[in-house]
Nanobody, 124 residues
Framework: VQLQASGGGLVQAGGSLRLSCAAS????????MGWFRQAPGKELEFVAA????????YYSESVKGRFTISRDNANNTMILQMKSLKPEDTAVYYC??????????????????WGQGTLVTVSS
């Protein structure tokens, strides 16, 4: 599975941004999908994940209520809709895919495939 993230950019605090992840291959719907982010000088952080069917979603406490993850299995695409953005959301955002259902969704080791990342900058 090859992943391509896009949609990053510069936005003011309180604004919105929509990230997309396009996946190649015919196994997209068989993968759990997720987003992680890494802020400058900080560790990689789990953001959100979505089940194979899209029926279940998981969020970190820091983004719950502000971000929405979704997927379109017909078009091999995953979306992260971000609203009420804060300067602390500034990071490189990576889309990821897991072949197997993670026993712990925030665990980065559960995801085998990673995209190249897209930079989100939130100005205050």
């Amino acid at each position: 599975v090859q992943l391509q993230a896009s949609g990053g950019g510069l936005v003011q605090a309180g604004g919105s941004l929509r990230l997309s992840c396009a996946a190649s291959g015919r196994t997209f719907k068989q993968n759990v999908m997720g987003w992680f982010r890494q802020a400058p000088g900080k560790e990689l952080e789990f953001v959100a994940a979505i089940s194979r069917s899209g029926g279940s979603t998981y969020y970190s406490e820091s983004v719950k209520g502000r971000f929405t993850i979704s997927r379109d299995n017909a078009n091999n695409t995953m979306i992260l809709q971000m609203k009420s953005l804060k300067p602390e959301d500034t990071a490189v955002y990576y889309c990821t895919a897991a072949k197997y259902i993670p026993n712990y969704y925030p665990g980065r080791g559960n995801y085998e495939y990673w995209g190249q990342g897209t930079l989100v900058t939130v100005s205050s």
